[in-house]
């Protein structure tokens, strides 16, 4: 996976927020990525769900 799929991919990009590694993230070098922790002290479950949420928006989904 490309770095620039890491941010369409509304779990990985949630996981780069909050600071938790993956193989992929790993592999794509993002875990030096001045993101990489920035939401460190947010619920991952909260931040996937916002991300999710801005995924729809740039889709055109709606609740």
């Not at 592999?27 to 920035?38: D, I, P, Q, V």
């Amino acid at each position: 996976m490309k770095r620039g799929g890491i941010f369409k991919n509304p779990r990985l990009l949630a996981r780069l927020l909050c600071g938790i590694t993956s193989p992929r993230l790993s592999r794509a070098k993002m875990t030096g990525h001045k993101l990489f922790g920035s939401l460190a002290q947010a619920p991952f479950a909260e931040v996937l769900r916002r991300v999710g949420q801005g995924a729809d928006e740039e889709r055109g989904v709606s609740e």
